[in-house]
Structure formats: structure tokens, C-alpha cells
């Protein structure tokens, strides 16, 4: 796949730049459209939070009458990174986990999320989705997808910086010892108050947690969910561990894939996180349903389980068609913000598994934009820079040295573009970031609020955290915390049907 570059034609409707509300000109213009186009020296015009033409720059945009014109001499503009899959409430404890070993960090998260589920870690995760908004706008991520314990503790905070993103609450039988009837109205009461609210920028989904904790009956009652909301998209971890298929099959599927499709959820509504263990069946039964999905390379090099598990089938997926879009998942557990890093992480990975040149740039950006976008089901508002879509973008400084010389500009960001590059954020028409000043939020203060909730949390727990890391709770007093029955009856489920399995003639 390749890019092409424009240095003359008009794309898209007449409009003057006289009457927009904002126009950038004479910058560097990544399109990422149908054609992967390229303005050398482009212009891009925003109207009612629409984009309304990209072009080759006219000299009458440099003095336009238009309510912002931004000089994009020496700037690249973008379309905004969208965050296919993370999860944002723990976000305050970013660099606690990133030393432990791999079964104590999941211990020690599990017992929180119990604490989060509760409502008695509200005010952590307040702190969490607004210190996330805080860095996901420092660093281009115009949209999130996130699922949450308790998205609803935090959604307002979140929303308020200015961000698009799509949240809900997990939903689980064999994680959680909470009653599913509480879990199925907690995601009701989140998706009345927020679905479509802040002028259609937050969405609701629906987000079974996984399929190795979630049983039939819990797939059945989601698929009457998503029939009861029809416009919500259906949020998972699909395929992510060997024992996905081994739980379908304790509840009657013959894996995970063929339970979804007899629920009726295995359709284009659907976006899988991870599909490590996929096969080429899983591949094509995925793309014949029209299913996305999330790929998030840095958090299985940071916590591999299994270093002679295959890697995600990202290129076989593809290539059949399916949308893959790239998620930073944990950032807290693999200390990054970075989505332009996921993007590189994605090609070395790939490589070292699978072999050399797996993906090209071009694909690895599209990753990042608009197929992303596709996978969340909003393709054709946002993630490419065309006329009639929503105006979210970004502005990077790129008349600097490491972007010299601008041959192969795709190559250049996914390579190593960083936050830190990002000069300015437009969502939906407004300016949230302006040449590295925050317009809807104060970040000092989102700092204080964090260290104050970190300060509580540790007053409260049994955490601690110093300059050189943090010391969490005894392997006692997280046994106290752990959730006891769903747990318990998810390894019996996985240890029974791996017996089954085991015998001859099964």
C-alpha cells in the first residue's frame, strides 16, 4: 500500500476560506483517504465542525477572513490517533505494576478492580480518566475506546477536556461476585445517561469482558442487550488466551467464535481485543461476519505469558479483510501513553515473529486512523481527512531534524513520531490544544487532584509508592480482596473441560 502526493488538484465541495471557522495552510496535509494522498503544501478548511475541503494551498488562504487561520508552514496535519481499546480508571498508578512479576501484578489487579466495581475507589478512578484525557490530548489520541468497572465515576471528567470516545461498563459472571442482574442494569442506567451525550462525542458499548469469563447465559442476556440498543457497539477481549476456547466449550460452543455466532453476536457490531490465539478458520469466519479488531502489541511484550504462543495474526487478518485497528490497552501496566509507539511496537513484533516487512508504513498509519475509526464503527465520521467528516485532527511540528528529510513522511510517523511532536488538537471543530497549550483543561490542577487521590489511596490501602517505585499489599491481604466465587468457578469450569478434553474420543 502507498501514498500518493497532491501538489495541484481541489478535492472535495466549493467553500470559501473567508467563511470558515478555522483554515490551516501551507503545511504538510496526510490525508490518509482512500488514496493515502499527500498536499506537499495543502490547506484544510473547517466549517460547523466539518471539514470542508482539503486542497493545495491558494494565497488567498494565508489572508482569509476565517474565525482562526493557523500557519501550517514547517507543520504536518493529521487525522487524530483513535485508541481502539484501552482501559483508562487506573491510570493514577501508571509505573506501580511495571516491576512486578506477571502473576502478582494480576493478582494485585484483580483485587483492585473488585475495589472499583464497589464504588469505593470512585475517586481514583475520577483522577484516572481525567489524568488520561490529560495525556491522550498532549499526544494526539482524539478518540478512546475503553472499557471500565465504573466508566460512569469518571465519564464527565473524561468529557469535559474535549475528547470523542465510546466507554462501558465490564460486564462479567466468572470474574466478578456481583450479580449479573446489578451488571446488566448498571450498563442500562450508563447507556441512558450517556449514549450520544456531549454533542454525540461520548458513546456508550456494550462490553462483555471477555470470552473466558463470561458463560452462555451472560452471552445470551448481552445479545438481548444489543438487540434492546441497537446502535451500541459490542466491546471484548476475544481470542486473547488459550483458555478462550476452552470456557466456549464448557458452555456448550465449540469454541469461542461458533458460541458468539450461535448467540447472535458475532457480527459487524462486534470489535474483538488481542485475537492472539486466532487460527486461519478464526481469520476467516471473522472476516465473513464483518467483526474488527484491536491489535495491541506493547502490552503482550511487556507481559508475555507464553513466548512460543503465536503472535496476533495481524497480516493474515488484514489481508482477509477484516478492520484492525491498533489500542494501547493498559497503558499503566506498560508505562506509555504512546500511540505512535504502538504503531512501531506493531511492526517489530510482527517482524521478529513472523519475519521481515509484515507491514508497510502506510498500512501501520492507517492502523492508527481510519481503520481504527472503521473498527469502532465510526469510519465514516472520522479517522481520514475528507470532506463531510467530523473535524478531528492534529498538528505536529515537522520542520525539526529527526523529520528531515521528509521522504517517506508515513514511514517518518509511525517510525518515531512522539507526543511530544503534537503541537495542536481540533475535535470536533474545536481547538483543544493549541501550539502546546491546553485550552479545556489545567494541567496543574489535573496533577494535584491526581496526587491527592494517589495520597488518599495510600492512606486508605495497604500501597505505598516512593520515587523508585511502590510496595504493594502482602500476598495475605490481597487473598482478602480477591473476589472468591467467580474466580474459583472459572478455573473449575477451565480445569473440568480440559479433562474432558484430554480424553480420547471427546
Known amino acids: 500500500m502507498t501514498a500518493s502526493t497532491d501538489q495541484g488538484s481541489s478535492v472535495g465541495t466549493v467553500s470559501t476560506a473567508d467563511e470558515a471557522d478555522i483554515v490551516i495552510h501551507d503545511a504538510m496535509v496526510v490525508t490518509v483517504d482512500g488514496?493515502?494522498?499527500?498536499?506537499?503544501?495543502?490547506?484544510?478548511?473547517?466549517?460547523?465542525?466539518?471539514?470542508?475541503?482539503?486542497?493545495?494551498?491558494?494565497?488567498?488562504?494565508?489572508?482569509?477572513?476565517?474565525?482562526?487561520?493557523?500557519?501550517?508552514?514547517?507543520?504536518?496535519?493529521?487525522?487524530?490517533?483513535?485508541?481502539?481499546?484501552?482501559?483508562?480508571?487506573?491510570?493514577?498508578?501508571?509505573?506501580?505494576?511495571?516491576?512486578?512479576?506477571?502473576?502478582?501484578?494480576?493478582?494485585?489487579?484483580?483485587?483492585?478492580?473488585?475495589?472499583?466495581?464497589?464504588?469505593?475507589?470512585?475517586?481514583?478512578?475520577?483522577?484516572?480518566?481525567?489524568?488520561?484525557?490529560?495525556?491522550?490530548?498532549?499526544?494526539?489520541?482524539?478518540?478512546?475506546?475503553?472499557?471500565?468497572?465504573?466508566?460512569?465515576?469518571?465519564?464527565?471528567?473524561?468529557?469535559?477536556?474535549?475528547?470523542?470516545?465510546?466507554?462501558?461498563?465490564?460486564?462479567?459472571?466468572?470474574?466478578?461476585?456481583?450479580?449479573?442482574?446489578?451488571?446488566?442494569?448498571?450498563?442500562?442506567?450508563?447507556?441512558?445517561?450517556?449514549?450520544?451525550s456531549y454533542d454525540d462525542r461520548i458513546r456508550a458499548t456494550l462490553c462483555p469482558h471477555d470470552d473466558w469469563s463470561v458463560t452462555r447465559d451472560l452471552w445470551e442476556q448481552c445479545a438481548d442487550l444489543a438487540a434492546e440498543y441497537p446502535d451500541v457497539m459490542v466491546h471484548t477481549h476475544l481470542l486473547e488466551l488459550e483458555q478462550s476456547n476452552t470456557v466456549a466449550r464448557s458452555s456448550g460452543g465449540e469454541d469461542s467464535l461458533n458460541l458468539l455466532n450461535e448467540v447472535g453476536l458475532l457480527n459487524d457490531r462486534l470489535v474483538g481485543a488481542h485475537y492472539r490465539v486466532a487460527d486461519e478458520e478464526d481469520i476467516e469466519r471473522t472476516a465473513e461476519a464483518g467483526v474488527s479488531v484491536a491489535h495491541c502489541p506493547s502490552i503482550f511484550c511487556h507481559w508475555n505469558v507464553d513466548p512460543d504462543m503465536q503472535w496476533t495474526p495481524v497480516p493474515e487478518l488484514r489481508a482477509a479483510g477484516v478492520d484492525v485497528g491498533l489500542g494501547i490497552d493498559d497503558h499503566y501496566w506498560h508505562d506509555s501513553y504512546n500511540m505512535f509507539g504502538e504503531a512501531r511496537q506493531a511492526r517489530l513484533a510482527a517482524n521478529l515473529k513472523k519475519g521481515a516487512n509484515q507491514f508497510d508504513s502506510v498500512e501501520l498509519l492507517r492502523m492508527l486512523t481510519i481503520e481504527s475509526a472503521r473498527a469502532l464503527g465510526v469510519g465514516d465520521e472520522i479517522g481520514s481527512l475528507?470532506?463531510?467528516?467530523?473535524?478531528?485532527?492534529?498538528?505536529?511540528?515537522?520542520?525539526?531534524?529527526?523529520?528531515?528529510?521528509?521522504?517517506?513522511?508515513?514511514?517518518?510517523?509511525?517510525?518515531?513520531?512522539?507526543?511530544?511532536?503534537?503541537?495542536?488538537?481540533?475535535?470536533?471543530?474545536?481547538?483543544?490544544?493549541?501550539?502546546?497549550?491546553?485550552?479545556?483543561?489545567?494541567?496543574?490542577?489535573?496533577?494535584?487532584?491526581?496526587?491527592?487521590?494517589?495520597?488518599?489511596?495510600?492512606?486508605?490501602?495497604?500501597?505505598?509508592?516512593?520515587?523508585?517505585?511502590?510496595?504493594?499489599?502482602?500476598?495475605?491481604?490481597?487473598?482478602?480482596s480477591l473476589p472468591k466465587r467467580g474466580p474459583v468457578h472459572m478455573l473449575s469450569r477451565i480445569a473440568v473441560q480440559s479433562a474432558k478434553d484430554s480424553l480420547p474420543f471427546h
Open 35 to 196: 488514496d493515502n494522498r499527500i498536499f506537499e503544501n495543502g490547506t484544510v478548511i473547517i466549517n460547523n465542525n466539518v471539514i470542508t475541503e482539503v486542497r493545495s494551498t491558494r494565497d488567498r488562504d494565508r489572508t482569509c477572513d476565517a474565525d482562526r487561520v493557523i500557519n501550517g508552514d514547517g507543520k504536518l496535519v493529521m487525522p487524530g490517533l483513535v485508541n481502539a481499546h484501552t482501559h483508562l480508571e487506573l491510570t493514577p498508578l501508571i509505573g506501580a505494576f511495571s516491576d512486578m512479576e506477571l502473576t502478582e501484578m494480576m493478582t494485585r489487579m484483580t483485587a483492585l478492580y473488585d475495589d472499583f466495581w464497589t464504588g469505593e475507589l470512585d475517586y481514583l478512578i475520577d483522577a484516572g480518566m481525567e489524568l488520561a484525557a490529560l495525556n491522550f490530548l498532549r499526544g494526539g489520541v482524539t478518540t478512546v475506546n475503553s472499557m471500565d468497572a465504573r466508566p460512569q465515576a469518571g465519564i464527565d471528567t473524561y468529557a469535559e477536556t474535549g475528547l470523542r470516545g465510546f466507554f462501558g461498563p465490564s460486564i462479567s459472571d466468572l470474574f466478578w461476585d456481583h450479580p449479573v442482574d446489578e451488571q446488566v442494569e448498571r450498563f442500562r442506567s450508563f447507556t441512558e445517561q450517556y449514549h450520544g
Open 386 to 480: 475528507e470532506p463531510g467528516k467530523r473535524a478531528d485532527l492534529i498538528v505536529l511540528k515537522w520542520d525539526v531534524p529527526k523529520f528531515t528529510p521528509s521522504t517517506n513522511v508515513s514511514g517518518h510517523l509511525v517510525g518515531h513520531a512522539t507526543p511530544a511532536d503534537v503541537e495542536t488538537v481540533v475535535v470536533d471543530g474545536s481547538i483543544l490544544l493549541d501550539h502546546g497549550e491546553y485550552l479545556t483543561v489545567e494541567p496543574s490542577a489535573v496533577q494535584e487532584r491526581v496526587r491527592g487521590a494517589l495520597e488518599r489511596f495510600e492512606t486508605e490501602s495497604d500501597w505505598t509508592f516512593s520515587l523508585t517505585g511502590s510496595d504493594s499489599p502482602g500476598t495475605l491481604n490481597v487473598a482478602k
